[in-house]
C-alpha cells in the first residue's frame, strides 16, 4: 500500500521485483512529488532495508529522483531490518557473511531492469551503496547496467580492483579518513586503480569514521555527510541527465 507525505508529496510503497530465476523479492520503492525522476537503485548496509535506508530513500526521492531499495538478503531471510549494536550487530555481520555476491547481483540486475521499464523512470539509473551496499554498487557499474555508480564506504572493494579497466561508466567514491574498517592503503589503491581516469572520482573526508552518512549511528559525521550528499547530488546531475 503507497503512502504520500503530504508535506513533501513524496509515494512510498513496497514493491515486488521478479528475479532472473522467477522468483520475487520486495524494494522499498519512494517517488519525488512529480511521480518520475532518473531512477537510483539504492543498496543498503549489512542492517538490511531499515528505518534509516528507508530514509535516504526518500531524501533522494525529495531531490526529484525515482528510488528503488532492494531487499539484498532475501534469500537469505526477508524483510532483514537491524540496529547497529550488540544482537542485531551480530546478527547482521551472520547475514552479509551469507550473501552470495554474484546472485545479489543477479537480483540488483533484475531491479534495475524493473526500474528502467517503470513508468517512473523516466532518464538514466544510477546505483548508491553503503558499506556492503557500496561494494555491490562498484559491481553494479561492471555487471548490472547501471549509468553511474556511487559508493560510500566500500570496505572490500579493493578485491575487485583488478577490473577497475572493465569499468566504463563514471563512478564516485567517499571513504572516511578515520574508517577503523577501510585501511588509508585501500583508498589509495582504488585512487590508483582510477588513475587519469576522469570520469572517477575519489574523496577522503578528514575526521569521518565508518558509516559517517548514517544518522542513526553513533558515527554519523554531519559535515562529511552533507558534503558527500552535495558531491552525490553533482555527481548524478552530471551523469543521469
Known sequence: MSQ?????????????I??????????????????????????????????????????????GYSVIAPDVFWRDEP???????????????AHKQALD??????????????LRAS????????????????????????????????????????????????LKVPAQFHFGAEDDHIPLEHVEQTRQAFAGNRDIEVHLYGGAEHGFNCWARASYNQHASALAHGRTLTFLASHTE
Not at 517517488?31 to 518520475?36: F, I, V, Y
Request: aromatic fraction near 10%; glycine fraction near 14%.
Open 18 to 63: 521478479t528475479a532472473e530465476d522467477g522468483k520475487t523479492f520486495k524494494a522499498y520503492q519512494a517517488l519525488p512529488h512529480k511521480g518520475k525522476g532518473p531512477g537510483i537503485l539504492l543498496i543498503q548496509e549489512i542492517f538490511g532495508v531499515n528505518g534509516h535506508i528507508r530514509g535516504v530513500a526518500e531524501q533522494y526521492a525529495m531531490d
Open 119 to 166: 513508468p517512473a523512470c523516466d532518464g538514466p539509473v544510477a546505483s548508491i551503496g553503503y558499506c556492503m551496499g557500496g561494494v555491490l554498487s562498484y559491481l553494479c557499474g561492471l555487471d548490472a547496467g547501471v549509468d553511474a555508480s556511487i559508493c560510500y564506504y566500500a570496505g572490500g572493494v579493493t578485491e575487485y580492483l583488478p577490473r577497475a579497466d572493465e
Open 79 to 93: 524483510g532483514v531490518e537491524l540496529g547497529y549494536d550488540g544482537d542485531d550487530w551480530k546478527a547482521a555481520v
Open 4 to 16: 504520500s507525505d503530504s508535506q513533501t508529496n513524496i509515494k512510498t510503497e513496497w514493491i515486488e
Open 101 to 114: 555476491y554474484p546472485t545479489a547481483i543477479s537480483d540488483l540486475r533484475a531491479a534495475v531492469k524493473a
